[in-house]
């Protein structure tokens, strides 16, 4: 399976920016796919998931800010990114993993299978 993220780029605080995701996996649209992110000299975190039944999951940091949503027919994946705050410049990544249920499982890292390149997200003050 690969994962092509794409849409990153430069914007000011308070701005918008929608991440996609698109997988070359046969069985897309049974996977949990995720969203998460990493700033220079930090760990990696928990941003969004959708599992099959499309049930979404957010980190703190992003809800009400940010909408994960699934096109089955592209296969593709999407992060819409609203109200974006300095503090949310990092690299965004996607993964592909099993079907998941709970928060638990959906938000750690070690639960996907496949990982996309990243794609780099600056919010300037």
């Known amino acids: 399976v690969q994962l092509q993220a794409s849409g990153g780029g430069l914007v000011q605080a308070g701005g918008s920016l929608r991440l996609s995701c698109a997988s070359s996996?046969?069985?897309?649209?049974?996977?949990?796919m995720a969203w998460f992110r990493q700033a220079t000299g930090k760990e990696r975190e928990f941003v969004a998931a959708?599992?099959?039944?499309?049930?979404?999951y957010y980190g703190d940091s992003v809800k009400d800010r940010f909408t994960v949503s699934r096109d089955n027919y592209k296969n593709t994946v999407y992060l819409q990114m609203n109200s974006l705050k300095p503090g949310d410049t990092a690299v965004y990544f996607c993964?592909?993993?099993?079907?998941?249920?709970?928060?638990?499982?959906?938000?750690?890292?070690?639960?996907?299978?496949?990982w996309g390149q990243g794609t780099l997200v600056t919010v300037s003050s």
């Open positions: 993964a592909s993993g099993p079907p998941l249920s709970s928060l638990a499982t959906m938000k750690t890292g070690t639960n996907y299978n496949y």
């Open positions: 996996g046969r069985t897309f649209s049974s996977n949990t």
């Open positions: 959708i599992n099959w039944r499309k049930y979404t």
